[in-house]
Nanobody, 124 residues
Framework: QVELVESGGGSVQAGGSLTLSCVSS????????MAWFRQAPEKEREGVAA????????YVADSVKGRFTISKDSDTKTVTLHMTSLKPEDTGMYYC?????????????????WGQGTQVTVSS
């Protein structure tokens, strides 16, 4: 059974930084790509960042470009989301996702596995 476990969420003030980690029970190159999504209260889940596990190409949503970066560590089976210059609108539950086939995308339905999420709260 594939498991994705997120950690690193918390409460920070605007302008602060957080680093989220997603540890996979499988080696990450088992998947074609992995991604981070977030969901704010009463809003739809949206893609934030994605990475191709073999080629290493990464994708970042316009809303977080220049502030968030995604990276991977095959040895520790971890995908990391580095978040800086956080804003109150970044508040939400952050989820890690993995897909067997295909490059990183923002389409939730293309991902096969999801973690339970980690909460990020940014206060003004």
């Amino acid at each position: 059974q594939v498991e994705l476990v997120e950690s690193g969420g918390g409460s920070v003030q605007a302008g602060g930084s957080l680093t989220l980690s997603c540890v996979s029970s499988l080696y990450i190159f088992s998947f074609d790509s992995m991604a981070w999504f977030r969901q704010a209260p009463e809003k739809e889940r949206e893609g934030v960042a994605a990475i191709d596990t073999t080629g290493g190409s990464s994708y970042v949503a316009d809303s977080v470009k220049g502030r968030f970066t995604i990276s991977k560590d095959s040895d520790t089976k971890t995908v990391t989301l580095h978040m800086t210059s956080l804003k109150p609108e970044d508040t939400g539950m952050y989820y890690c996702a993995a897909r067997w086939d295909g490059k990183g995308s923002w389409s939730m339905g293309e991902y096969n596995y999801w973690g339970q999420g980690t909460q990020v709260t940014v206060s003004s």
